[in-house]
């Protein structure tokens, strides 16, 4: 039914740079808390060919492509054989032609850790039309500024782009779950999970076991919550109403606007 599902939206295999078969990875995965996970091989979808038991995970058929100009995800793309061509050089314009070539599909596009220092690693491309997510972070603080800068840029456009957490999994002993999503979906399917990751119903944690914090704005007898919008005159006081989990109290919480931190709070009963 509709609730907050844990899931991880970036992950390697044997079928390229990873460690863990698809069988144990999701293995890893359902040991961490996560109810789904998006199987994200360098340039290829050959984990499909290998037989996994039903262990009650969702896996979604992904994709990262690796062009020389930055590195996307493509989520929710099918069959064996289809998969997209990364051969788009930075600064390309063909880079819309890929985007199209997803979304056309049915899937969705998702830039990953665009402020990575790695060769080849950081989006060098312009972020086209289309594009439905934003890495935000995937466990690297030092990379987190320059994405979530990124992001404020766009939002300020009024490109309304999801910001997506995720651990980048390739191997032990680094957390499978360490950053990982809640999504808001009607049901744990593959359809579901990407129509809320489309719809902004996202939330980014630290591990894949603590609940989500629930965001509520108000406006007279309007309310919106994460991922919905809350239309008001200029005059309206808006008030923003945030619940915890235990495991967050003692932290802090920030209302950002324009890219600023404009109040700030401390996490407490």
Not at 107 to 130: D, F, M, R, T, Y
Not at 147 to 162: E, F, M, N, V, Y
Not at 199 to 211: E, K, L, N, Y
Request: overall charge neutral.
């Amino acid at each position: 039914g509709a609730r907050w599902y844990s899931g991880g939206l970036h992950m390697h295999t044997v079928h390229s740079d990873g460690t863990l078969t698809v069988a144990e990875l999701s293995a890893r995965a359902r040991e961490a808390g996560l109810d789904f996970i998006a199987v994200t091989d360098h340039n290829n979808t050959s984990h499909q060919t290998e037989a996994v038991p039903d262990d009650g995970v969702l896996r979604i058929v992904g994709e990262e492509i690796t062009t020389p100009g930055g590195h996307a995800n493509a989520w929710g793309i099918g069959g064996v054989r289809d998969f997209i061509d990364f051969r788009v050089a930075a600064g390309d314009p063909r880079i819309g032609d890929l985007v199209r070539a997803v979304t056309g599909r049915g899937a969705l596009v998702s830039i990953n850790h665009p402020g990575a220092s790695c060769a080849g690693c950081g989006w060098e491309h312009a972020v086209p039309e289309g594009v439905a997510a934003i890495e935000i972070t995937n466990g690297s603080h030092a990379e987190m500024a320059k994405s979530i800068a990124l992001w404020d840029g766009l939002l300020k456009q009024g490109r309304r782009i999801t910001g997506v957490g995720s651990s980048d999994w390739h191997r032990g002993p680094r957390p499978v779950d360490a950053a990982s999503v809640r999504v808001w979906a009607t049901e744990l399917s593959t359809a579901a999970i990407l129509d809320g990751i489309r719809r902004g119903r996202v939330v980014v944690m630290a591990d894949g076991r603590t609940p989500p914090p629930l965001l509520v704005a108000r406006a007279g007898r309007r309310r919106a919550g994460a991922g919905e919008t809350l239309a008001t005159g200029r005059a309206r006081a808006v008030r923003l109403d945030v619940t915890l989990p235990v495991a967050l109290l003692g932290g802090r919480v920030d209302l950002v606007a324009d890219g600023a931190v404009v109040a700030s709070k401390p996490a407490r009963t």
